[in-house]
């Protein structure tokens, strides 16, 4: 199975507005974190904002959110406020605890496109 | 000093040649990677060295080489490729307990031919 989903391969949003990129994970660990990151055309993978498995409260960082449902095993990413350069692939990362915790597991993406 | 850097940016090279590429941390990290992005593809992660042990070996071909000396290097050694080998390879490191995130160098964009 895999371990970390992402449905949408493509998403397009207006400038300005909020957009939500899907994410689900599958894990047996009581002990995880998760992670988004972002990837622009030149490549490099940018650290967005981190979610661990016994935090109480959803992860906010700045424009950026993560919509943590434990019960459904989601980790939705929101971007409130879309901007021009906000356009990129998104990944959605797993890490967990126990023997495995050196090991990240990334979805295939989601590319997103922000229209002016 | 950036956090994380990749040399060379972009690689071309033959079949039978030999090159290497680096990476190298500045961020006091104890655990290093190497992945491989093809396109279409999830990120796959090729290797994994914990204080400079390898720890993760994800049945990555021999052709694939990798060293790590001390826990700010690591390198891949590549020889006799194939184009699908074609790819950007993406080196990253992390603290190493498993809260804390991994931070991506830029990439070596790979060309095979």
């Known amino acids: 199975a895999q371990k970390i989903t992402q449905t949408q391969p493509g998403m397009f949003v207006q400038e300005k507005e909020a957009v939500t990129l899907d994410c689900t994970y599958d894990?047996?660990?009581?002990?995880?974190?998760l992670f988004w990151y972002k990837q622009p055309s030149s490549g490099e993978m940018i650290f967005l904002i981190y979610q661990g498995s016994y935090d109480q409260q959803n992860a906010t960082e700045g424009r950026y959110s993560l919509n943590f449902q434990k019960a459904r095993k989601s980790a939705n990413l929101v971007i409130s406020a879309s901007q021009l350069g906000d356009s990129a692939m998104y990944f959605c990362?797993?890490?967990?605890?126990?023997?495995?915790?050196?090991?990240?597991?990334f979805g295939s993406g989601t590319k997103l496109n922000v229209k002016p | 000093e950036t956090g994380v850097t990749q040399t060379p940016r972009h690689l071309v090279m033959g079949m039978t040649n030999k090159k290497s590429l680096k990476c190298e941390q500045h961020?006091?990290?104890?655990?290093m990677y190497w992945y491989k992005q093809s396109a279409k593809k999830p990120l796959e992660l090729m290797f994994v060295?914990?204080?400079?042990?390898?720890?993760e070996n994800n049945s990555v071909p021999s052709r694939f080489s990798p060293e790590c000396p001390n826990s700010s290097h690591l390198f891949l050694h590549l020889h006799t490729l194939q184009p699908e080998d074609s790819a950007l390879y993406l080196c990253?490191?992390?603290?190493?307990?498993?809260?804390?995130?991994?931070?991506f160098g830029p990439g070596t964009r790979l060309t095979v031919l």
């Open positions: 060295y914990n204080f400079k042990e390898q720890t």
């Open positions: 990362a797993m890490r967990e605890g126990g023997d495995n915790f050196n090991k990240f597991y």
């Open positions: 894990t047996s660990d009581p002990s995880y974190g």
């Open positions: 990253a490191s992390s603290r190493g307990g498993h809260t804390d995130t991994q931070y």
């Open positions: 961020l006091g990290h104890n655990a």
